[in-house]
């Protein structure tokens, strides 16, 4: 089996930026893809290939990775951004394709 | 504009089969994509279900593999999850998505999801 770890929560007021971590042992080998989900909607993809970012996604996120730990930051966090971020990877191999538990991410 | 939308039973008996349809729009099944499911229990974090291309190339997570099945109804452009035996640890929010297929496959786009509960 493999795992992806992720802090269950993070709390920080607007305008702050937000870094939620993730962590696996493969990550020095493997992208790292990150998801947002905000209460009863779909996930929706944030990071791609640890650096990424989709064309509709604000610049104020962005992803890094640094060996088996993978962040994501949200510079100058926003109320909007409230949710629980997801990361996404796959074990050495590529067979076993796994999440993180997910961060409940508040801006407060 | 793509879209996908899951339907089907919301409410399955313990040891019986769930069955989801993900009907998609604006764009082919058959094109160089593939499609997967993707499940959130409550309470949990999100589990990979299973993957497959329209050439009947199939990729399951070794922990469901013996009871799911995937159907492809290339005419309606829509495929289905089959999940037998299911027990209380089945129900979840169920999302099917699209996948990249890139160096890692990865789920770009998602459909809002269809809650199933396990209760007799």
């Given at each position: 089996s493999y795992e992806l770890t992720q802090p269950p929560s993070v709390s920080v007021s607007p305008g702050q930026t937000a870094r939620i971590t993730c962590s696996g042992d493969a990550l020095p080998k493997k992208y790292v893809f990150w998801y947002q989900q905000k209460s009863g909607q779909a996930p929706v993809l944030v990071?791609?290939?640890?650096n990424k970012r989709p064309?509709?996604?604000?610049?104020r996120f962005s992803g890094s990775t640094s060996g088996t730990v993978a962040t994501l930051t949200i510079s100058?966090?926003?109320?909007?951004?409230?949710g629980d971020y997801s990361c996404y990877s796959t074990d050495t191999s590529g067979t076993l394709r796994v999440f993180g538990g997910g961060t409940r991410l508040t801006v407060l | 504009q793509l879209q996908l939308q899951e339907s089907g039973l919301g409410l399955v008996k313990p040891s019986e089969t769930l069955s989801l349809t993900c009907a998609v729009s604006?764009?082919?099944?058959?094109?160089?994509y593939y499609w997967g499911w993707i499940r959130r229990p409550p309470g949990k974090g999100l589990e990979w279900i299973a993957n497959f291309y329209h050439d009947g190339t199939t990729d399951y997570n070794p922990s469901l593999k013996r009871r799911v099945s995937i159907l492809v109804d290339t005419a309606n452009n829509q495929f289905s999850l089959r999940l037998s035996s299911?027990?209380?640890?089945?129900a979840a929010v169920y999302y099917c998505a699209r996948v990249v297929i890139s160096t890692t496959y990865y789920f770009d786009f998602w459909g809002p999801g269809a809650q199933v509960s396990v209760s007799s």
């Open positions: 990071i791609y290939e640890d064309a509709d996604v604000p610049e100058g966090a926003q109320v909007d951004d409230e | 604006g764009y082919s099944i058959n094109s160089g299911v027990t209380a640890a089945d």
